[in-house]
T-cell receptor, first 113, second 112 residues
Framework: DAGVIQSPRHEVTEMGQEVTLRCKPI?????LFWYRQTMMRGLELLIY????????DSGMPEDRFSAKMPNASFSTLKIQPSEPRDSAVYFC???????????FGQGTRLTVV | GNSVTQMEGPVTLSEEAFLTINCTYT??????LFWYVQYPGEGLQLLLK?????DKGSNKGFEATYRKETTSFHLEKGSVQVSDSAVYFC???????????FGQGTELSVKP
């Protein structure tokens, strides 16, 4: 398996634009996690899914953020409208089942100017 | 809610020195515990794990023991190398819901 695949690797956008980050989890994994990493706040859990269903989105910072998982092999994290303070590295991770190792993607470095 | 607290970094050591990175957690029930490592420009990767009290996880010379009585999972290595320079994250996975929560990370720098 190729591992967790995220795209794009880098995204530079202007304030106010819509940004969509994409993730393909490892095949057969039931859990999918979205994290945001910044120097100030470290690694924050935004939302996670089990069998494509959102379980906990309490980490989503504002209504500008939304995440979907339309099927077992694809998830998106959307920011609309984007703001400079959204600049961060966004990671997607998946795990086979509860309490097992999570595999991380390479991350998407988002810069909002 | 559940949480993980790590010692603040950066930690700077000389090659072959002994390493300890402290990690304590707050959780209801009995979570699984993990240490992840992140090298520059990369995602996190699992270093070791423990799923129940008194379990010892080990990998690449690193060890950590799940201590329920002190709610701790400290990372240790007897002799660090320059190649161990990275950021280390302690994490817990909630037994019931599967939520995976990370500490703030500890940067380790090993000098030759």
């Amino acid at each position: 398996d190729a591992g967790v695949i995220q795209s794009p690797r880098h995204e530079v956008t202007e304030m106010g634009q819509e940004v969509t980050l994409r993730c393909k989890p490892i095949s057969g994994h039931d859990y999918l996690f979205w994290y945001r990493q910044t120097m100030m706040r470290g690694l924050e859990l935004l939302i996670y899914f089990n069998n494509n269903v959102p379980i906990d989105d309490s980490g989503m910072p504002e209504d500008r953020f939304s995440a979907k998982m339309p099927n077992a092999s694809f998830s998106t994290l959307k920011i609309q409208p984007s703001e400079p303070r959204d600049s961060a590295v966004y990671f997607c991770a998946s795990s086979l089942m509860r309490n097992t190792e999570a595999f991380f993607g390479q991350g998407t470095r988002l810069t909002v100017v | 809610g559940n949480s993980v607290t790590q010692m603040e970094g950066p930690v700077t050591l000389s090659e072959e020195a002994f390493l300890t990175i402290n990690c304590t957690y707050t959780a209801t029930g009995y979570p699984s515990l993990f240490w992840y490592v992140q090298y520059p420009g990369e995602g996190l990767q699992l270093l070791l794990k423990a799923t129940k009290a008194d379990d010892k996880g080990s990998n690449k010379g690193f060890e950590a023991t799940y201590r329920k009585e002190t709610t701790s999972f400290h990372l240790e290595k007897g002799s660090v190398q320059v190649s161990d320079s990275a950021v280390y994250f302690c994490a817990l996975s909630e037994r019931q819901g599967g939520k995976l929560i990370f500490g703030q990370g500890t940067e380790l720098s090993v000098k030759p």
